[in-house]
């Protein structure tokens, strides 16, 4: 099979990642083929924070729901609000809108989109890179060639298989969502909490999810309902339905099932040294504890732009190591406490109905709003820090009752 097109870079995989990547290398004036896999969205809450809105001109019109609060469940049902202050909210997505309408943005900016499921990776005989994909709807895979190659494929990515030699394997949750008719407005729910249309519920109990956490989350007409687990052999469309009867959302249309693992650690290498870039889930930018990916693959699509940018000018693969070194410069601290955090906090339900009671206290509320709004950890205040420290330090030592 003799390639007959050649590119400057393939983005495999048109998620968020994916698609801001070759929105920003089109940019550049590269030549740039975009391939995604028809028909698939991820399972996700679809919560962005006014952080992406801001930095990546979202449109008000992808926006389906504003929630502008949170609501934390403890295993023993104790329920924590945590409102957002200063009429702030954070912007809710669904992803079947969402990624088309990125996908859309990167091929107005000049990327090739098209559909089709990539195959394998190999050389041509000048060791330029070659990408074999099976156009959606052909029998027989074409080839292009490329020099760069973009693996924004997701957690089980191929590219990785293909491209890296020794790749390590990173931790994951197997995360699994379903998409509902949203409750009409005063339509009745029993004798169970009614549902909010501006409010994110977070269920940390272990009998939805050992070791994460379960949600519902509003999407304006539609409602999210999801849970996460790394634990082999759970039943998640099982834990779902216990959830939607315990909520009162069990009568509620079903439109749609999801389910993908989702990475709980960033990779300590995104490039192979010669070519080839990982972004998004493929590299591991969700962050534990929180299971947050959007943002944090818009940014990596962002900053593997501006590295093959680099690289395809200079022809030096070592400005490809400049995505991830940028990146875990700027956010490498919060991974590590969310890290520590989902390993300490989430390792039982004594432990979780603790970590609920943190989060009832107002310190902490507005620096995590402020934090996760911004993306940036707030230093300001150190008065606050100082009075959580001593608070966490009271509930590990279960100086205080939860």
């Not at 590119?7 to 920003?24: E, K, N, Q, R, S």
């Not at 249309?197 to 509003?218: A, L, T």
């Not at 591991?284 to 680099?310: D, K, N, Q, T, W």
Request: proline letters at 6%.
């Amino acid at each position: 099979m003799q390639p007959k097109e050649t590119f400057d870079a393939v983005v495999i995989g048109g998620g968020p990642a994916g698609a801001t990547a070759a929105a920003d290398l089109a940019q550049q004036g590269r030549q740039v083929l975009l391939l995604d896999k028809a028909g698939r969205i991820k399972p996700c809450g679809g919560a962005i924070p006014p952080r992406l809105i801001r930095d990546f001109g979202i449109p008000e019109s992808l926006i389906v729901a504003r929630a502008r609060s949170a609501r934390i469940v403890a295993p023993s049902e104790r329920q924590v609000d945590m409102p957002i202050e200063s009429e702030g909210y954070v912007g809710m997505v669904d992803r079947c809108d969402f990624d088309p309408w990125l996908r859309h943005r990167a091929g107005a900016q000049g990327a090739d989109c098209r559909e089709g499921t990539f195959q394998t990776l190999t050389r041509d005989g000048d060791g330029t890179a070659v990408v074999h994909y099976t156009p959606k709807g052909a029998a027989e895979p074409v080839a292009v060639r490329t020099r760069c190659v973009i693996g924004a494929d997701g957690a089980n990515s191929a590219v990785v298989r293909e491209a890296f030699s020794e790749a390590e394997r990173i931790p994951f949750v197997f995360a699994y969502h379903e998409i509902v008719r949203s409750p009409q407005p005063g339509e009745s729910n029993g004798d169970k909490p009614a549902f909010d249309g501006e409010r994110c519920d977070v269920y940390y109990q272990g009998r939805f999810s050992p070791d994460f956490y379960s949600w519902v989350f509003p999407h304006g007409e539609t409602a999210s309902i999801g849970t996460g687990t790394a634990v082999k052999g759970l039943s998640l469309r099982g834990a779902i339905g216990e959830l939607r009867r315990d909520t009162g959302l069990e009568g509620l249309e079903t439109l749609r099932c999801e389910g993908a693992p989702i990475p709980l650690r960033p990779r300590k290498r995104w490039d192979n040294g010669r070519d080839t870039l990982l972004v998004g889930d493929a590299a591991g930018v969700v962050a534990p504890a929180s299971g947050e990916g959007i943002y944090y693959a818009m940014l990596s699509g962002r900053l593997a732009a501006e590295a093959v940018g680099a690289f395809l000018t200079s022809a030096d693969p070592r400005a490809l190591a400049q995505a991830r070194r940028r990146f875990m410069r700027i956010h490498g601290r919060v991974f590590w406490i969310l890290g520590i955090m989902q390993r300490f906090w989430y390792v039982n339900d004594q432990r979780r109905e603790r970590f609920v009671s943190i989060c009832a206290d107002r310190d902490v509320q507005r620096l995590t709003w402020e934090s996760y709004m911004n993306k940036e950890l707030v230093r300001r205040d150190p008065l606050a820090h100082l009075r959580i420290f001593f608070k966490d330090l009271a509930h590990l030592f279960r100086l205080v009752s939860p």
